[in-house]
């Protein structure tokens, strides 16, 4: 006997294949016993083997490192939602910078203030869509290709695109998008619209 099993659906006890001939006639290479519903091997068995697996211990080990595991992967989304949105703060104030005399014209044009706020939230709501769109996109390919270096013969895995995880970050984009703009409407409210309409001479 060289070594014993322990597995989710059954239990297979490693042997020479030398050692099994006068049993079942062949030289086989393994041969699998099915032991009656709540019987156990026996201790001995054990003793002479090479080794035992435990199914319990197993499960702990693969419990304790997918907690590890969903810890790193939350590690990763906070730093990529701050990320998000210190990139989406930036883009945001440097559009408003950029337009900051055609704002200043409307508002001397008796534009109401409300109405521009609706114009920055439809603008950064687009704005929030399309860079959340392109954020899935990349997390895809991105996560797909650190997935192909670890692909073997002996462990393979797949990764498929989830539409609900991608609505999520869509929509955090998006809200964080939304969240900017009071900020903006505060920006407008303190321009110098003198100043700014005096750049247009």
Known sequence: MTGITQGEISRTIYL??????????????????????GAEVDSELGEISLGVTQKEDL?????????????????VLALGIIIAIV???NTLI?????RDVEIATLR??????????????????????????LATGFTIIGTQALVSTFIQWAFYLTVSPDFMVAAQLIGIVVFIS????????????????????????
């Open 178 to 201: 939304v969240m900017l703009t009071p900020f903006g409407m505060w920006r407008i409210s303190r321009l110098d619209l003198v100043e700014k309409v005096k750049d247009l001479s």
């Open 108 to 133: 001397v044009l008796g534009a109401p203030i409300n109405k521009i706020g609706g114009m920055m939230l439809g603008e950064h709501i687009a704005i929030g869509l399309i860079g959340g769109i």
């Open 87 to 89: 990139v989406l703060f």
């Open 59 to 75: 499960i702990s080990t693969f419990e304790n490192l997918l907690e590890q595991q969903q810890g790193i992967f939350s590690s």
């Open 16 to 37: 020479h294949r030398q050692d099994l001939v006068p049993v079942v006639g062949i030289e086989a290479t393994s041969v699998l016993i099915e032991l009656p519903q």
């Open 94 to 98: 440097m559009n408003l910078a950029e």
